[in-house]
């Protein structure tokens, strides 16, 4: 179940603003990449040996396609991904990325709202070029800085008045108030956020009315405070499709567990944010403890993350595989 590993070559690299740049990516002989929904991300191997998880920021017909784009904030103290990507790579240069995946997509609903704040718009315009291929109902309030902050502007005109720009500079007259834009009963509308910390804590708070299953999420870390979550207890982890039992010790992911007996699982964040274990759960065994950020009330009723969930002490958790 391992993911797929793809060479792809750096086409172009578009400074967007002070610290985005954008990369196309493509196959390094011409040939089609695999297609991919709006919301998935690539897990890019950079140079010095780091891997990361980046969106996909253009929206993809059905099949195999030309290119990927993906934009990388340079981070101030960063050392890793994203420095090697801004620092030593280059027009040119082979990378090896990973086949696009992930839970973060589109859902039925009548209109869709998406919340963007800083580099977190780049699945999200994904999404929103993809509502607006498919003549569907839709607002993208982008939440930036400053005007000179503002990733893939030109991308942001083309899908015209539905975008609404949040500037954070006084002297820009652009700006949303969250409280009113989320006002309205949301009825079978469906909201989607990403962005830095504060600004999913305060999109929350402003949505706090709106159902739990009718808002969709993805972070760019775990929220404040959910690295105290509980320590680890042991359980069993049982293969329903397999007919496999295994142990699960307290330090042990069940992702850990599964590779310890030769069943990758394919991960990427680790953190329960990216949605890439996610696999379903059978009610025959213990409900599962939920420990991700990727998953609603509703798909917790029959998935779990299995980098970071678990079975309470002593239980046994029944999943698909």
Known sequence: MSARTLTVRVVRIEAMTPDVRAFELVHPWGGMLP?????????????????????????AAPGPVASYVIGVKREPASRGASAALHERVQEGDLLAVGTPRGSFGLQPGARHLLLAGGIG????????????????????????????????????????PRVRLHFDDAAVPEKI???????????DGRLYLCGPAGFMQAVRRA???????????EYFAPPE???????????TLRLARR?????????????????SVGIDIPTSCEQGLCGTCVVGWD??????????FCLTGAERRHKVALCC?????????????
């Open 283 to 292: 009610a025959g065994g213990a409900a599962p403890e939920h420990r991700d």
């Open 225 to 235: 405070g959910a690295g105290e979550a509980r320590a680890g207890e042991a359980f």
């Open 207 to 217: 949505a706090a009315h709106w159902p739990e299953d009718r808002v969709h999420a």
């Open 121 to 160: 718009l780049t699945p999200l315009l994904a999404m929103a070029e993809q509502l607006q291929q498919e003549g569907r109902d839709f607002t993208l309030a982008v939440f930036a800085r400053s005007r000179a902050h503002l990733a893939f502007a030109d991308a942001l005109a083309a899908l015209g």
């Open 243 to 259: 007919g496999v039992t295994l142990p699960v010790a307290a330090e042990q992911s069940a992702v850990e567990a599964l590779a």
């Open 35 to 59: 297609g991919y929904a709006a919301g998935a991300h690539l897990d890019v191997h950079t140079p010095g040996g780091f891997m990361r998880p980046y969106s996909l920021a253009r929206a």
């Open 177 to 187: 108030d969250l409280g009113t834009l989320l006002a309205g009963a949301p009825g």
């Open 309 to 321: 969930s678990r079975a309470p002490a002593g239980g046994t958790l029944v999943v698909d595989l």
